[in-house]
């Protein structure tokens, strides 16, 4: 017996050596931080405009802290996880990654070092992602000045906290390599994939996850998925706001932050939309042309402002005078900037709450969460700002408001579980 259970002790211990030799990575030599003279500034202009798409600094900068120094915390199922300093700082930075490092990190997922990232880190994203791109990024991030900062260690518990680990899961989930071209497809609808599939990386949070953390493929992918306590919604056939996406719409929206038939981009997607807005027109034609094939076809004579004009006939058109604490509220705390007719624009756009996604969505989490909250930090000034309510309402009378805007504006019975959601995302 116990000659076997020392040979069963020296088979694992030789399966973990093995495995250790099997997933170890090589180092990459450093480098001296390179000459921010060196680079081209058509090509650090490029990369600044792919930083924006990739919506690097908002993953990579913590509260109050300098663009792309990281330390920014990212709750996850696994553990908390703390991003890295992207600016070429030489000790706490990617100062003395050389570029073949930096495109190991995007295309591989493994670190100078030879260690394995996290997938939360996109990794399987920006694999898809182009020589002249990379470069291009790279030459943006190392002219950036370099920045010291102590990044605290991640909170993952074990095994999680063993990036060996990681090797299992790219053999499960990661499909390496560029996106194939489809030749069936015209060289816009090919553009719109390469930006969305890759720096884009839109599906990371337009798509639901499995229990590893992979991105679920097939009739789930772009089903819509919760980041931060946001409900990012689906992009496919599950999408059902009460006036349908097409590319028109989903061009108008990326180009300025906000669409007269849906609403405005607030919390997790104010920043996207914030680098959206500085990419060309014709690569935002491409992404909206790619993205409108995923949602249910319209029909030719489909005109979002004909459904808007019917909506808000139905609701503004149809409003009594206010009688209950919903109704009070409104008038008192909302109107002047959700009014509808030909008075005085407030503090930037009026977004129409008769077409408003939110109002009509299967749960009111980012309703409460842009009245909590509001939006102090819109994707584009000139779309103005949205007062918090956090200290002004209390509990009850957030539930009431809510009740009162999904009730009358867009004629679906109140959320059943607006008690609870309202003291949790308080």
């Given at each position: 017996?116990?000659?076997?259970?020392?040979?069963?002790?020296?088979?694992?211990?030789?399966?973990?050596?093995?495995?250790?030799?099997?997933?170890?990575?090589?180092?990459?030599?450093?480098?001296?931080?390179?000459?921010?003279?060196?680079?081209?500034?058509?090509?650090?202009?490029?990369?600044?405009?792919?930083?924006?798409?990739?919506?690097?600094?908002?993953?990579?900068?913590?509260?109050?802290?300098?663009?792309?120094?990281?330390?920014?915390?990212?709750?996850?199922?696994?553990?908390?996880?703390?991003?890295?300093?992207?600016?070429?700082?030489?000790?706490?930075?990617?100062?003395?990654?050389?570029?073949?490092?930096?495109?190991?990190?995007?295309?591989?997922?493994?670190?100078?070092?030879?260690?394995?990232?996290?997938?939360?880190?996109?990794?399987?994203?920006?694999?898809?992602?182009?020589?002249?791109?990379?470069?291009?990024?790279?030459a943006y991030l190392m002219s950036?000045?370099?920045?010291?900062?102590?990044?605290?260690?991640?909170?993952?518990?074990?095994?999680?906290?063993?990036?060996?680990?990681?090797?299992?899961?790219?053999?499960?989930?990661?499909?390496?390599?560029?996106?194939?071209?489809?030749?069936?497809?015209?060289?816009?609808?090919?553009?719109?994939?390469?930006?969305?599939?890759?720096?884009?990386?839109?599906?990371?949070?337009?798509?639901?996850?499995?229990?590893?953390?992979?991105?679920?493929?097939?009739?789930?992918?772009?089903?819509?998925?919760?980041?931060?306590?946001?409900?990012?919604?689906?992009?496919?056939?599950?999408?059902?706001?009460?006036?349908?996406?097409?590319?028109?719409?989903?061009?108008?929206?990326?180009?300025?932050?906000?669409?007269?038939?849906?609403?405005?981009?607030?919390?997790?997607?104010?920043?996207?939309?914030?680098?959206?807005?500085?990419?060309?027109?014709?690569?935002?034609?491409?992404?909206?042309?790619?993205?409108?094939?995923?949602?249910?076809?319209?029909?030719?004579?489909?005109?979002?402002?004909?459904?808007?004009?019917?909506?808000?006939?139905?609701?503004?058109?149809?409003?009594?005078?206010?009688?209950?604490?919903?109704?009070?509220?409104?008038?008192?705390?909302?109107?002047?900037?959700?009014?509808?007719?030909?008075?005085?624009?407030?503090?930037?756009?009026?977004?129409?709450?008769?077409?408003?996604?939110?109002?009509?969505?299967?749960?009111?989490?980012?309703?409460?969460?842009?009245?909590?909250?509001?939006?102090?930090?819109?994707?584009?000034?000139?779309l103005g700002y949205m007062p918090?309510?956090?200290?002004?309402?209390?509990?009850?009378?957030?539930?009431?408001?809510?009740?009162?805007?999904?009730?009358?504006?867009?004629?679906?019975?109140?959320?059943?579980?607006?008690?609870?959601?309202?003291?949790?995302?308080?």
């Open positions: 017996m116990k000659n076997t259970s020392l040979a069963v002790i020296g088979g694992l211990a030789a399966l973990a050596v093995l495995g250790l030799i099997a997933t170890w990575q090589p180092s990459i030599a450093p480098i001296d931080p390179p000459d921010p003279a060196s680079f081209a500034a058509d090509a650090i202009a490029r990369g600044q405009r792919l930083a924006a798409l990739g919506d690097c600094a908002a993953c990579h900068t913590r509260d109050g802290g300098a663009p792309l120094s990281g330390g920014r915390a990212m709750a996850t199922p696994f553990g908390t996880l703390y991003t890295t300093n992207l600016t070429p700082d030489r000790e706490d930075g990617i100062g003395v990654w050389s570029f073949e490092a930096f495109k190991r990190a995007m295309r591989e997922g493994i670190s100078r070092e030879g260690d394995y990232l996290y997938p939360a880190f996109p990794y399987t994203a920006f694999t898809r992602v182009g020589d002249e791109d990379l470069r291009d990024l790279y950036r000045p370099a920045v010291e900062t102590d990044t605290p260690d991640n909170r993952l518990p074990f095994p999680y906290n063993h990036r060996q680990i990681m090797a299992g899961w790219n053999l499960l989930f990661f499909d390496k390599g560029p996106l194939p071209a489809q030749p069936q497809r015209d060289t816009q609808w090919n553009r719109g994939a390469y930006l969305v599939e890759g720096l884009g990386h839109c599906s990371a949070c337009h798509s639901p996850r499995n229990a590893l953390g992979a991105e679920r493929s097939g009739k789930e992918r772009f089903a819509g998925a919760t980041v931060d306590g946001w409900k990012a919604p689906a992009l496919n056939a599950d999408s059902k706001p009460p006036i349908p996406w097409d590319q028109a719409t989903l061009y108008d929206y990326f180009r300025h932050g906000f669409s007269r038939y849906h609403g405005g981009a607030a919390g997790p997607m104010a920043p996207v939309a914030a680098g959206l807005a500085q990419q060309s027109d014709a690569d935002l034609q491409a992404i909206a042309r790619y993205l409108a094939t995923f949602l249910p076809e319209q029909p030719g004579n489909f005109s979002p402002e004909q459904l808007a004009q019917q909506l808000e006939q139905r609701t503004y058109g149809t409003l009594q005078p206010a009688s209950g604490t919903g109704g009070r509220l409104f008038n008192g705390a909302c109107m002047a900037c959700h009014h509808d007719g030909d008075s005085p624009k407030l503090n930037g756009v009026r977004p129409s709450l008769a077409v408003s996604s939110d109002l009509y969505a299967a749960t009111p989490d980012n309703l409460l969460l842009v009245v909590l909250n509001g939006i102090g930090d819109p994707a584009r000034p000139e918090a309510f956090r200290n002004s309402l209390n509990n009850e009378q957030i539930i009431a408001l809510a009740r009162y805007l999904r009730e009358d504006f867009a004629g679906l019975p109140a959320w059943p579980d607006l008690e609870f959601k309202v003291a949790k995302l308080r």
